[in-house]
């Protein structure tokens, strides 16, 4: 069992310029879900997918940000136009449905 | 909505003591979980226990254990014999009952827990 992993770890970018990041669950865990987490504050969830089928969005996602989960595998969570407001951890974690969440180690994402 | 509260932002205690950290939440729900993840500096969260909202026996591994109070929708998690690894933050979460649609975790804001030697 080696974990979910998550790509990169950490990423300065430009204000406007775009972001990607990449989760890999663990293998077999069919639901994939995408947190934020922002400093001294507890993950809000942005979205999840079981399979390929992004199931739901929180309102938090604005429409700057995508994700996809091509093939019920593994997930990319891309940000357009950064903000110095996106600046957070995002954190992806996986399960098998009606069991434990587990969590990746996040990618930070700092906006200059 | 569902809505998770630790009104303890820090909490510190001496190494081999026990320490207690606080949790309420809000829901409208019969059946649910809740969740204790620990959170070291190394950032990713790991879970720590976790409680049926249908059992009335309060949840235990190892040296953690929980208060889960119902009625009060109260959910304390207690540490005994503390560890210098134990050091991290730590949060509650709320989840709906995992037959229902997603598990979707409600955080709350958390709690930093320091150990003194």
């Known amino acids: 069992d080696t974990g979910v992993s998550q790509d990169p770890r950490h990423k300065i970018t430009k204000r406007g310029q775009n972001v990607t990041f990449r989760c890999d669950p663990i293998?077999?865990?069919?639901?994939l879900y995408w947190y934020r987490q922002t400093l001294g504050q507890g993950p809000e969830f942005l979205t999840y997918?079981?399979?390929?089928?992004?199931?739901?969005k929180s309102r938090l996602l604005s429409d700057r940000f995508s994700a996809e989960r091509p093939k019920g595998s593994f997930s990319t969570l891309e940000i357009q136009r950064t903000e110095q407001g996106d600046s957070a951890m995002y954190l992806c974690?996986?399960?098998?449905?009606?069991?434990?969440?587990?969590f990746g180690e996040g990618s930070w994402l700092t906006v200059v | 909505a569902q809505t998770v509260t630790q009104s303890q932002p820090e909490m510190s205690v001496q190494e081999a003591e026990t320490v207690t950290l606080s949790c309420t939440y809000d829901?409208?729900?019969?059946?649910?979980?809740l969740f204790w993840y620990k959170q070291p500096p190394s950032r990713q969260m790991i879970l720590v226990i976790r409680?049926?909202?249908?059992?009335?026996q309060n949840a235990t591994e190892n040296r953690f254990s929980v208060n889960f109070q119902k009625a009060a929708k109260s959910f304390s998690l207690k540490i005994s014999d503390s560890q210098l690894g134990d050091a991290a933050m730590y949060f509650c979460?709320?989840?709906?009952?995992?037959?229902?649609?997603?598990?979707?975790?409600?955080f709350g804001q958390g709690t930093r827990l320091t150990i003194n030697p």
């Open positions: 974690a996986s399960s098998r449905q009606g069991h434990t969440i587990y």
């Open positions: 293998s077999e865990h069919n639901r």
């Open positions: 997918f079981q399979n390929e089928a992004q199931l739901e």
């Open positions: 829901t409208s729900e019969s059946d649910y979980y």
């Open positions: 409680q049926e909202a249908y059992k009335q």
């Open positions: 979460a709320y989840s709906p009952s995992l037959i229902q649609g997603a598990q979707k975790l409600v």
